[in-house]
């Protein structure tokens, strides 16, 4: 089989797992949802990665000490049905690359990145993918196992957090935090992230 080194090689309407993935060889990135090739936005813009940054800078401050740990796109984590046992590359048909994500179950980390569902996910919305984040990831998040999710949307500096609901296996909104709040994690209850903070512009 010829090398995969661009993007244009692979039919977009087939299916493919992640140990097909693990051969292409192209610049464009990419993640696998449920097979499908997905399309990542270009570069992030600066509004984005400045509200990365300080995301990030604030989790690995509050982690540095304890087990569990925070990881920064790029970073692979494979998803599949949490009911299901791990699987092997050629089983796995999702993988995306969060913006932030928090697992404290260190045998999900191998050198490829996460094997199943981190415990929080962050995603920082792009003009182009908030259909995508909203709808097939939340749906995904859900599914696999991801006990809180964040939505942050950087144009209207607003955060939305959910938290899964075990029995109904979907997320339920449990806070909207705007202006001046603080963003409180479920799951670290003394972990808060100041707002006026967040999205101040330097």
Same mark, same amino acid.
């Not at 693990?22 to 936005?41: H, N, P, R, Y």
């Given at each position: ?9 692979? @039919?977009?309407? =087939? ?6 993935? #693990? ?8 993640? #696998? ?5 997905? #399309?990542?936005?270009? =570069? ?14 604030? &989790?690995?401050? *509050? ?8 990881? =920064? =796109? ?11 046992? &791990? &699987? ?20 999900? #980390? ?12 962050? /995603? ?18 859900? /599914?696999?196992? !991801?006990? /809180? ?5 950087? *144009? ?17 909104? &449990?806070?909207?935090?705007?202006? @001046? ?11 808060? !992230? ?9």
């Amino acid at each position: 089989m010829p090398a995969i080194t661009e993007l244009s090689q692979l @039919d977009l309407n =087939a299916s493919y797992s992640y140990a097909d993935y #693990l051969t292409w060889q192209f610049d464009e990135a990419v993640e #696998l949802i449920k097979g499908k090739i997905s #399309l990542m936005c270009p =570069a992030p813009n600066v509004k984005h990665q400045r509200i990365s940054w300080r995301l990030n800078g604030a &989790l690995f401050n *509050y982690f540095e000490s304890k087990p569990c740990q925070a990881f =920064a =796109a790029p970073f692979d984590v494979r998803l599949y049905d949490r009911r299901k046992s &791990l &699987l092997a590359d050629k089983e796995v048909t999702t993988v995306v690359q969060p913006d932030i994500c928090v697992i404290c179950d260190g045998s999900k #980390l191998d050198e490829q990145g996460c094997n199943g569902a981190p415990d929080w996910i962050i /995603e920082i919305l792009s003009k182009g993918n908030s259909k995508k984040e909203v709808k097939t990831k939340h749906a995904l998040y859900a /599914e696999s196992g !991801v006990k /809180e999710y964040w939505l942050v949307f950087p *144009y209207e500096e607003v955060i939305s957090q959910f938290v899964l609901d075990d029995g109904a296996q979907q997320y339920r909104l &449990l806070n909207s935090y705007a202006g @001046d709040d603080k963003a409180v994690s479920y799951l670290f209850p003394d972990l808060a !992230v100041d707002l006026a903070v967040l999205f101040k512009e330097l």
